[in-house]
């Protein structure tokens, strides 16, 4: 399973997902979310919703010097927070620019597909499909 945008035209903004998925790690406010909702210019232009896409042959893993960042059997990756640096390497290198550094730890909130931030949303935007 893996979590995907069912409707991003009915997404308002709300940033529920980024909360739940927050508060899924036990933390509070937005830094440590896996999830992006940004403006394209306010309610009458919508919102983008940013995943993780579980790339196939994920170019995130791919340039992390460490091996923090592995490819999963199938698709996406695997972080083990171990073994991260912080190079931000990870976050230039998505191509759907779904890598988000954690100000605080200075390591990167790679979403792990565990579709805790559906049910949070009010507007039926995510949903999470079968491989």
Known sequence: MRLSIKDAKRCVGCQSCMFA????????????????IKSQGGMSNGF????????????????????????KPGRGVIFNSSKCIGCGNC???????????NDTENKPSICVH????????PHNVLEMVKE
């Open 21 to 36: 998925c927050t508060r899924r790690t036990g933390n509070a406010g937005l830094s440590n979310s896996s999830i992006g």
């Open 48 to 71: 983008s919703v940013i995943i993780c896409r579980s790339c196939y042959n994920p170019p995130c893993a791919a340039v992390c010097p460490t091996g923090a960042l592995t490819e």
């Open 91 to 101: 976050k230039n290198a998505c191509v759907v620019k779904a890598v988000f550094l």
């Open 114 to 121: 565990c579709g805790y931030c559906v049910k949070f949303c």
